[in-house]
Antibody, heavy 124, light 107 residues
């Protein structure tokens, strides 16, 4: 059974950093991309970014709102993906979800399985 | 960025009703569209990809259609467990973008 578990969410002050983890099981982790999404309290879903599998260079894509501040990486040996969040702002407060990314025929990725989410609160 | 517009933003329906939700893209996205269901306090659940293909384990009462800019999600016979918020998402172009959501409530 595919399972994704996020961890690392916390209450942090603006300007600080936090590393979120997405621990996967139940599938061959190295065969898939991993995407990150977030949802601010009472708001809709927002794509944060994703990392391709190593066969596609483990390259990354980011939303403009986080580019330059957030970094996604992966450790296939541990089946964990990371979301390093730096220079956090109050507007980054959200539940962060990771998902398994399936590559479409067009080369873009859609999520199939999701984790339960981890809450990041940015406040002084 | 591609804007995704869902309508209605909310609807009230009864158990057994047929429900249709519409999603419109600001430019053509071929069939690179997914639908998700989210219940309060829970993670999203993937329902449909490629506009009309059901994710594994999703019941056949859910169906999707459309291509280009106009898409629909239909629930053939609404059940109590279907009351939730539904989102569409395009994955034709970065940044990936979502519709604002449609909340399906009990009448």
């Amino acid at each position: 059974e595919v399972h994704l578990v996020e961890s690392g969410g916390d209450l942090v002050q603006p300007g600080r950093s936090l590393r979120l983890s997405c621990t996967a099981s139940g599938f061959t982790f190295s065969d898939y991309a991993i995407s990150w999404f977030r949802q601010a309290p009472g708001k809709g879903l927002e794509w944060v970014g994703f990392i391709r599998r190593k066969a596609y260079g483990a390259t990354t894509e980011y939303a403009a709102s986080v580019k330059g501040r957030f970094t996604i990486s992966r450790d296939d040996s541990k089946t964990i993906a990371y979301l390093q969040t730096n220079s956090l702002k109050t507007e980054d407060t959200a539940v962060y979800y990771c998902s398994r990314g399936v590559r479409s025929s067009g080369g873009y990725y859609y999520p199939d399985y999701w984790g339960q989410g981890t809450l990041v609160t940015v406040s002084s | 960025d591609i804007q995704m517009t869902q309508s209605p933003s909310s609807l009230s329906a009864s158990v057994g009703d047929r429900v249709t939700i519409t999603c419109r893209a600001s430019q053509g996205i071929s069939n690179y569209l997914a639908w998700f269901q989210q219940k309060p306090g829970k993670a999203p659940k993937s329902l449909i990809y490629a506009a009309s293909s059901l994710q594994s384990g999703v019941p056949s009462k859910f169906s999707g259609s459309g291509s280009g800019t106009d898409f629909t999600l239909t629930i053939s016979s609404l059940q109590p467990e279907d009351f939730a918020t539904y989102y569409c998402q395009q994955y034709n172009t970065y940044p990936l973008t979502f519709g604002g959501g449609t909340k399906v409530e009990i009448k």
